[in-house]
């Protein structure tokens, strides 16, 4: 039975109580059929959930699609949720099956479904009353049978009074809520997650180099703004960077980590970490996109500029995109 698969084959790593809590609740959700939107900020492993939420399900060999809505234009929503008639445009030269049907009896993930313009959510939400879906180019409805989990790291409740989000199509993909706790409230996790980072890595470069200890420790006491996919990343450069034999010191990390763990002596250096940390939070709320970060900080896209550069958060410091940390 899938209830008894061990906590690492789902990907969900980590001995934290939030992540204890956050497997419990996967196993719970993932035996319904009911639609499931997985909550988080940017990088916190959303789309590990939703393949979790997949192979514990009742439909575990059926397919699991994927899609980033934050990449569909209005042009595209369409054709690549529901497909196309060969004919249907200039360039569909032959027939084509979109998401909904490829996951027919399985999961269709749609990843920042709050990016999705209100045209798009009203296509979407007919999709999902109706259970059936139109390709391009016909008139035959084709009945599918998917389980819906959705992932946003933005409030969707304050996009529905803003009416940035449709209320309706909100209560079609909230059912059922899973909230991804933030690395940060994961303390006991970074250090397992650098290890599990750390190897990998080791196995596609060669390196044999080990991490020093205050390495460690200036990785354990980090606030990583990016989360989990952050972290990766971070991994990852070290071990490119760092020699391929020996111990890795805290000098190869970005100097905003390896900063951390300096002494805060006087009222200036709290102000710098204080800055540090409220600027990179803005950066990872906001995906990484500087100009979305500037409107939240309340700065223009050249103030936030000149104010990276003065904290130390350029790009070595900015959470980078990843395909495999969700």
Known sequence: MPSVMRADDLGLLG???AMDELRATVRRVAESPYAV????????????????????????????????????????????????ARGAFTGAVTEHAGLFEAADRGTLFLDEIGELSTRAQAKLLRALQDGEIRRIGENVPRRVDVRVVAATNRPLEADVLTGRFREDLLYRVDVLRIVVPPLRDRDDDVLLLAEHFWRRAQSVTGSRAVLARSTLTALAEYHWPGNVRQLENVIA??????????????????????????DVETLQQARV??????????????????????????????GLAKLLKRLGLDHPCRPRTSQTSG
């Open 237 to 262: 450069s070290l071990v490119v960077r760092g020699p391929r034999c020996g111990v890795v010191g805290p000098s190869t990390l970005p100097g905003c980590i390896a900063g951390d763990t300096s």
């Open 273 to 302: 970490v204080f800055e540090r940390r409220y600027v990179s939070g803005a950066l990872a709320r906001a995906g990484g996109r500087r100009g979305k970060a500037a409107v939240a900080l309340g700065v223009t896209r050249q």
């Open 15 to 17: 001995r934290s109580d």
């Open 37 to 84: 939107l997985v909550t988080g900020e940017s990088g916190s492993g959303k789309e590990l959930v939703a393949h979790a939420i997949h192979r514990l399900s009742r439909r575990p060999d059926r397919s699991f699609g994927a899609v980033n809505c934050a990449a569909l234009t209005d042009e595209l929503v369409e054709a690549e949720l529901f497909g196309y």
